[in-house]
DNA sequence: CTGAAAGCGCTTACAG
DNA sequence: CTGAAAGCGCTTACAG
């Protein structure tokens, strides 16, 4: 590939000439040479070598953002965000997927570390012990030093995000609306409380049930993992306990679509016998049948907002850390309660089979 | 951030010295000096500059992958195919969502190439319009030329993909399956026929239908977009037409849990008036109710091996183009035909909501 | 086994 | 308006 030496040479000037023209650098250069730097650079096919220039200022216009799974639709849309603002600001988006694991992720930031990535963005939260992982911080520690930014857009063990969502907020709201349908008995399908969000998640639970003057039943709560498969299983643990209920409200869509899935292949009719709520409003959340009842995160807004903050840093602006909106969405799986509820160990798949 | 230099002070040797043990090169040095190194990298949280290192070797040890959308749960599981295998090697992936916009494409690549990655894999197919875009084939000869590796996983216009699936033998299958179920009268949701992986899916209906004797009616195939929503629009077509129906095929999942979910809306039970097969077999192909029958993509093997080709190309060994096997996969979507088939125009959703 | 020096491709004071 | 030169942080022949 051709170098700026090169489209010098054919340009009949010097390097810091051409340099001054391809890079359109803010410093006076004549019309006419303008025009032979140009001609010299197409007719080579010049690309700039972003890695030496990289180097000189050292700092690449790449932005890593650490996700969780990106075949997670959460972290999909959230990072769809980011590119979104990152695209149209020139710089390279660089996905990287922890699988919750803190050496992945750290290994990760340090690679981000030795490309001079100008930001990191991590959009999953942590895990709740950050003692963990001693690595991590001292990259983050020595990035922030050299001028990159560092934004969390999930709550994790060092403060508050820069961008956050209020979790907790959210969550009560649904609370309320399933009490405002009629619902006294909600279990609760929480997701891996190791995880900072699931906390939130289930302290909003806590707060709607309390704000309705509800009793909390720590039976009702079932720890899960976040995908599908963690919404049947707690389905099965529901139905084989013994306390009724009339509506699940859970911690995230994947596992209220992995509710729905074992409720239909059951018999139970959703929302005839159970009403079922997500958290996040994925696009699948619209496209189940019924289609999912949640509250939504404006993730791609999550994502490019991240970005923003990002690109403020990096201009020395200084950034503001913005909190943004839910809201309760109610689609076709919830309705009021019916007389007789679900309901436990006396009334297993087979009766419940027949109540739909 | 301390680089090689201030290493090479603190531990009292030379750079060339330091280089070798930090880089791990194979080059003797002497157990003591080595350890005095380490010791001094330590100290200094030393991570080495890989722009510097990449401006050396004119590569950078990432990988981009150009996806169409990466919120398409079919992108998102080969990536995740292609960042399994990177990550094992040391490589990072960017991902780069292109929006089937040729233009958005061809400078995604020539931010790669700015950046000397070491290979770029198009997990997408390509527009039937080659000539829209003289830039990107600049771009890719120039990587070529420079050692870098291109990887097509999906058919595009410069010939055979060096990772492929067989599309039209798949569609053929589930064609063959759908035949064998007892269905003669079988629609199809063709996607968007400007890509060449929707035209080889429709030749693979064609195909289908003749292996079976059955005739091919222009009033079956419904030419739509690739997601959801255009799986939705198509039912509403096939019902709006004279031509009755038993089955939808379709040529992606989305289309048909698109479809999955407006047949539940108007009444039409699955599979009992209308039987509903998708293709790839993502993820949210089982989770729908009914779960999907559709045709096993291998997607995350796709991805890894496209990742394996283009470090078989970056280590100069002879790499091989390979085929991946589909399958396909019945499951709760698809049953043999009523004995009445869900009709047009004379049958419209009232009727069809009755049939139900 | 160790080190001095060149050079990867660029940008940017500095001098004219 | 133009150019010569230094230097970003590394690796690697080359010499010892």
Redesign the pocket.
């Known amino acids: 590939m051709a170098?700026?030496?090169e489209v010098a040479r054919l340009a009949g000037?010097?390097?810091?000439?051409a340099?001054?023209v391809?890079?359109e650098?803010d410093?006076?250069?004549?019309a006419?040479?303008r025009e032979r730097v140009l001609d010299a650079a197409r007719a080579l096919d010049y690309v700039?070598?972003a890695l030496?220039?990289g180097?000189?200022?050292?700092r690449i216009p790449v932005v890593g953002v650490i996700v969780h799974d990106i075949t997670d639709p959460y972290f999909a849309e959230v990072v769809r965000g980011v590119e979104d603002a990152a695209t149209a600001s020139g710089y390279l988006v660089i996905t990287c997927s922890s699988e919750r694991d803190a050496e992945r992720e750290s290994s990760y930031v340090r690679l981000l570390r030795s490309m001079r990535a100008a930001a990191v963005i991590f959009a999953g939260s942590g895990l709740d012990d950050p003692a963990l992982n001693e690595e991590l911080p001292k990259h983050l520690g020595a990035m922030r030093e050299a001028g990159a930014a560092v934004v969390h857009l999930s709550p994790h063990a060092f403060g508050e995000p820069e961008i956050s969502v209020d979790n907790a907020r959210g969550i009560a709201s649904m609370v309320a609306a399933l009490v405002e349908l009629g619902h006294r008995d909600i279990a609760f399908l929480a997701g891996p409380t190791s995880l900072y969000v699931a906390r939130e998640r289930l302290a909003g639970y806590r707060q709607g049930l309390e704000e309705a003057g509800l009793p909390f039943d720590e039976r009702l709560v079932v720890r899960t993992t976040f995908d599908h498969e963690g919404g049947a299983q707690a389905v099965d643990t529901l139905l084989a306990g013994e306390r009724p209920f009339t509506a699940i409200c859970a911690a995230n869509d994947l596992l209220a679509l992995g509710a729905l899935q074992r409720l239909a292949s059951l018999g139970v009719d959703v929302p005839g016998a159970v009403s079922v709520a997500g958290f996040d409003d994925v696009r699948i959340a619209s496209m189940s049948a019924p289609s999912l009842s949640t509250v939504r995160l404006p993730l791609n807004e999550l994502g490019r907002r991240g970005f923003e903050y990002a690109l403020d840093v990096l201009a020395d602006r200084e950034p503001s850390t913005v909190h943004l909106p839910t809201e309760v969405v109610l689609r076709d799986s919830t309705s009021p309660p019916p007389a007789v509820p679900v309901t436990g160990r006396q009334g297993t798949e087979r009766t419940v089979a027949t109540t739909a």
Chains 1, 2 share one sequence.
Do not use: E, F, G, M
Not at 13 to 17: E, H, N, W
Not at 27 to 30: A, E, I, L, R
Not at 55 to 58: D, E, F, H, I, R
């Open positions: 170098s700026i030496t000037v010097s390097v810091a000439t340099s001054r391809v890079s650098a410093y006076p250069v004549s006419a040479t700039p070598n030496a220039r180097l000189l200022k050292s």
